[in-house]
């Protein structure tokens, strides 16, 4: 068994936590900056294939307490390097340091990296690797002198799904709009609108939920190139991806931008995310938004910090047209301290959040209950 960290954005752990657990993992640890869990190579792969709002899946493969760099020389050795890395493995060591008395982050990256190659010299006999394969990027962390050394399976980031391949201005990460959907507890078959859609990462992220699409199908993981990782796992956990794939889930999924260029990505995005038939786009004025369909979900990302100059008159604007839809919820990401004030409504809870390195907030602005049917539901 593995110790195994899913990493995610500050704010985000206990959605990244609640994921693992509907997994199927019991025993699941949230800490800052992620969530952490126990598993076998099928985890890992299961992990990487289906997390929506993780970063990175890491190996944690040691742990222990360093305030001299001899300690942290020979903690780092007494991971089993050798029945790790082959001889030919590109080993790539990353750092950070948050309050440890080794606070030079690039002598620990050294150090760390002779430590490994020292134990690569034993079994192989020889000075110089070529590190013509695969690569095993490693990390050294040290929060108040506790190093943590972990290795990551994931390689490009989770956020990269594998079907934007063109990007339009100040994208929304993956992650982060998942991250949005599961905070609101929007449910498939409920209408959901996106009146500032861009490129059509909410639609489409919603509509992978909807489907039950594993957000990880069309991408590659650095582990399925390491040979102490069970290769078996990987056709087997995307097998039961693919098997739980539900193409024909019933959708009501809009989303809506005045760029018809930024609409054009977002349709050709869907296509390659494989939700095409369930996700409608529509090039049309936030101002314009009207329904007849009663209990529905707005949740958006619009324009702000740099991107827009007027924001102020579009809040307003904002709160005068979500208003009308009087049964509905909205959930909107903004950076602005006086989103509140000017959209005209305190909002029934808020949550910090960072999009793209900025501060925000996710206002949550709760709709009333629908009625239940006959059945209770």
């Not at 604007?317 to 301290?337: A, N, Q």
């Given at each position: 068994?593995?110790?195994?960290?899913?990493?995610?954005?500050?704010?985000?752990?206990?959605?990244?936590?609640?994921?693992?657990?509907?997994?199927?993992?019991?025993?699941?640890?949230?800490?800052?900056?992620?969530?952490?869990?126990?598993?076998?190579?099928?985890?890992?792969?299961?992990?990487?294939?289906?997390?929506?709002?993780?970063?990175?899946?890491?190996?944690?493969?040691?742990?222990?307490?360093?305030?001299?760099?001899?300690?942290?020389?020979?903690?780092?050795?007494?991971?089993?390097?050798?029945?790790?890395?082959?001889?030919?493995?590109?080993?790539?060591?990353?750092?950070?340091?948050?309050?440890?008395?080794?606070?030079?982050?690039?002598?620990?990256?050294?150090?760390?990296?002779?430590?490994?190659?020292?134990?690569?010299?034993?079994?192989?006999?020889?000075?110089?690797?070529?590190?013509?394969?695969?690569?095993?990027?490693?990390?050294?962390?040290?929060?108040?002198?506790?190093v943590t050394?972990?290795?990551?399976?994931?390689?490009?980031?989770?956020?990269?799904?594998?079907?934007?391949?063109?990007?339009?201005?100040?994208?929304?990460?993956?992650?982060?709009?998942?991250?949005?959907?599961?905070?609101?507890?929007?449910?498939?078959?409920?209408?959901?609108?996106?009146?500032?859609?861009?490129?059509?990462?909410?639609?489409?992220?919603?509509?992978?939920?909807?489907?039950?699409?594993?957000?990880?199908?069309?991408?590659?993981?650095?582990?399925?190139?390491?040979?102490?990782?069970?290769?078996?796992?990987?056709p087997e956990?995307?097998?039961?991806?693919?098997?739980?794939?539900?193409?024909?889930?019933?959708?009501?999924?809009?989303?809506?931008?005045?760029d018809s260029?930024?609409?054009?990505?977002?349709?050709?995005?869907?296509?390659?995310?494989?939700?095409?038939?369930?996700?409608?786009?529509?090039?049309?004025?936030?101002?314009?938004?009207?329904?007849?369909?009663?209990?529905?979900?707005?949740?958006?990302?619009?324009?702000?910090?740099?991107?827009?100059?007027?924001?102020?008159?579009?809040?307003?604007?904002?709160?005068?047209?979500?208003?009308?839809?009087?049964?509905?919820?909205?959930?909107?990401?903004?950076?602005?301290?006086?989103?509140?004030?000017?959209?005209?409504?305190?909002?029934?809870?808020?949550?910090?959040?960072?999009?793209?390195?900025?501060?925000?907030?996710?206002?949550?602005?709760?709709?009333?209950?629908?009625?239940?049917?006959?059945?209770?539901?």
């Open positions: 068994m593995y110790d195994i960290i899913a990493t995610s954005a500050f704010g985000v752990e206990s959605v990244t936590a609640r994921e693992l657990k509907n997994l199927g993992y019991e025993d699941v640890r949230v800490f800052s900056g992620g969530a952490e869990f126990k598993g076998s190579a099928i985890d890992i792969a299961r992990a990487n294939i289906w997390l929506r709002t993780a970063d990175r899946v890491l190996l944690k493969l040691t742990e222990f307490r360093a305030d001299t760099f001899e300690q942290l020389f020979e903690g780092v050795r007494t991971v089993p390097w050798t029945d790790i890395l082959p001889e030919d493995a590109f080993v790539h060591v990353t750092g950070s340091c948050v309050r440890s008395v080794l606070h030079s982050v690039p002598a620990c990256q050294a150090i760390a990296k002779k430590a490994i190659l020292e134990k690569l010299k034993e079994k192989y006999a020889r000075e110089v690797f070529s590190e013509a394969g695969a690569e095993y990027r490693i990390n050294i962390s040290l929060l108040k002198d506790i050394v972990t290795m990551d399976t994931s390689g490009r980031g989770l956020h990269k799904r594998g079907y934007r391949r063109l990007a339009g201005a100040a994208p929304l990460k993956e992650t982060l709009a998942c991250a949005m959907l599961l905070l609101s507890y929007w449910k498939d078959g409920r209408t959901l609108v996106d009146p500032f859609c861009g490129s059509g990462t909410i639609p489409i992220e919603a509509a992978m939920i909807a489907s039950n699409r594993a957000p990880g199908m069309k991408r590659g993981f650095a582990a399925e190139n390491w040979g102490f990782i069970d290769s078996a796992a990987w956990a995307r097998r039961e991806a693919a098997d739980k794939f539900d193409e024909n889930a019933y959708t009501d999924i809009c989303g809506s931008d005045i260029s930024a609409l054009q990505l977002a349709a050709l995005h869907a296509e390659d995310a494989g939700v095409d038939a369930m996700v409608r786009f529509s090039c049309r004025d936030f101002k314009t938004l009207r329904s007849d369909k009663q209990y529905g979900f707005i949740i958006t990302n619009p324009p702000y910090g740099q991107r827009l100059d007027s924001s102020a008159e579009m809040y307003r604007e904002m709160g005068r047209v979500f208003s009308k839809l009087d049964t509905w919820s909205y959930y909107v990401i903004c950076d602005s301290p006086d989103f509140e004030k000017l959209f005209g409504r305190k909002a029934d809870k808020r949550r910090k959040l960072y999009n793209g390195g900025i501060e925000c907030q996710y206002y949550q602005f709760f709709g009333p209950k629908p009625p239940k049917n006959r059945d209770g539901n």
